[in-house]
């Protein structure tokens, strides 16, 4: 008897040293983190908030990986429904975001919700108000007229971590999922946008990362970045309109000589909490150098020391290298990993760089913001099997390409292909 039970505790000893062997194999699967309702918002009883939507929710995404982002004062949002929406809150913790639901979401004809993404400095009114004047109908009304259910994001954080919004995105997506019974979303993203879009459908990811789950059709690019932009250390004379008049948007600058006066701008600067800055960390994702492709302006104030970095005639820059590295060399990492091979791509470019209130962009052809060249670049997407439906330059700028009527036209042209 004695002999039997040594013979089953050796037996029992030997699969748990083999069950032990195994699990140290398996890679350990992230569950999608839960999804809180916090409010919902209707056209009755909160007009303040719904605005042109039917119905807006707060939502919460459960997840100790996603904190509170640093807001600066001129980053902090400004349009009155979205503080409303956050619950009064200009500066909200990143884990929440708001879905916009248009008129008619519900009783859709179309077979796949549309989602729209917005760019920098935005948030999902931009896909109802475009022009900010209340007149000007977006891209919500024309595709709901058309029989599409149309939804829209806003982010926490109007130039937040790419990585935590491309988490927050996987999160509306299965919202959308959840409340229309469908297994696919259409994606429409604008400028910034387009990286947290292009994360998810590429599956570039943290580790704590939810994965692709195989729930976007088509992904339909406006104003990407998809080769980077340096626009920050090219423009120069963009960083001194911003500190002058408040306008948003990161500065290359550590230290600026302002109306003559020498003045620490770290806070409003690209780079990371580690230089006194960390309010623009999505900022800093999106760059890579043209230098090589298009010559800097040499007309540009301290051109030369804003790009390769030290002290200029008036102003101290770290340069693009090192916010390169600071924001994790993203865009190289986005080149080197394809779109995943079941996503359908549609990509539109512009090519009018005069837009009201911005520095232009014309060291080369480019929608004022953003190089056609790098709006372009669908190479390193389509390599993995993904499908290219169509590439597209527009003669209009980098804001209009996700209202003016000619996109409109090219955007439900991909949606129906």
């Known amino acids: 008897m004695k002999k039997k039970r040594s013979i089953i505790s050796l037996c029992l000893s030997a699969l748990f040293s ?21 409010q919902t918002f209707t056209a009755t009883a909160n007009p303040d908030v719904v ?3 039917s119905e807006v929710e707060r939502l919460r995404v459960n997840d100790t990986n996603i904190t509170q982002e640093l807001f600066i004062t001129d ?3 400004k349009t009155s ?4 929406g956050f619950g009064n809150d200009a500066s909200p913790n990143s884990q929440l975001f708001l879905l916009h639901k248009f008129a008619g979401w519900n009783t859709a004809t179309k077979p796949y919700p549309v989602l729209f993404v917005h760019g920098a400095g935005s948030d999902g009114d931009f896909a109802v108000d475009p022009e900010r004047n209340g007149t000007t109908p977006g891209l919500a009304q024309s595709l709901a007229a058309d029989g599409y259910a149309v939804f829209a994001i806003t982010f926490a954080h109007p130039h937040g971590d790419n990585y935590i919004q491309r988490e927050v995105l996987a999160a509306a997506i299965q919202r959308i999922k959840d409340i229309t019974g469908k297994t696919k979303v259409d994606l429409i993203a604008h400028s910034k946008g387009n990286m947290s879009s292009r994360m998810y459908v590429s599956d570039v990811k943290k580790s704590w990362g939810t994965a692709f789950r195989n729930d976007v ?14 626009y920050t250390f090219r423009n120069t004379w963009a960083a001194w309109g911003i500190m002058a008049t408040g306008a948003f948007g990161p500065v290359p600058y550590t230290y600026m000589t302002i109306y003559g006066w020498p003045t620490d701008t770290a806070y409003h600067s690209i780079y990371s909490a580690a230089d006194g800055g960390g309010a623009y960390p999505g900022q800093a994702q999106m760059l890579a150098r043209w230098d090589n492709v298009y010559d800097l ?3 540009e104030q301290d051109w030369y020391t804003t790009y390769y970095g030290g002290w200029g005639y008036y102003s101290y820059s ?11 060399n993203l865009i190289n990492t986005l080149k080197n990993t394809p779109v995943k091979s079941t996503v359908q791509l549609a990509t539109l470019a512009g090519s009018e760089n005069v837009i009201n209130g911005v520095v232009m962009e014309d060291d080369g052809p480019s929608d004022g913001v953003v190089f056609i060249a790098s709006a372009t670049m669908t190479d390193p997407m389509i390599s993995g099997g993904a499908t290219l439906l169509e590439k597209k330059v527009l003669p209009i700028n980098h804001v209009q390409l996700a209202y003016d009527p000619t996109a409109l036209t090219w955007i439900k042209t991909q949606l129906s292909r």
């Open 75 to 77: 980053n902090e949002h």
């Open 51 to 53: 605005g042109k939507w």
């Open 217 to 230: 059709r088509r992904y339909i690019q406006l104003g990407a970045p998809n080769g980077g932009i340096d």
């Open 81 to 84: 429904t979205i503080v409303k």
């Open 18 to 38: 083999l069950m032990l062997l195994f699990t140290s194999f398996v890679k350990p699967v992230n569950a999608a983190p839960t999804i809180t309702l916090e």
């Open 318 to 328: 770290e340069g693009i290298d090192y916010a390169i590295n600071q924001g994790g």
């Open 297 to 299: 302006d040499i007309f």
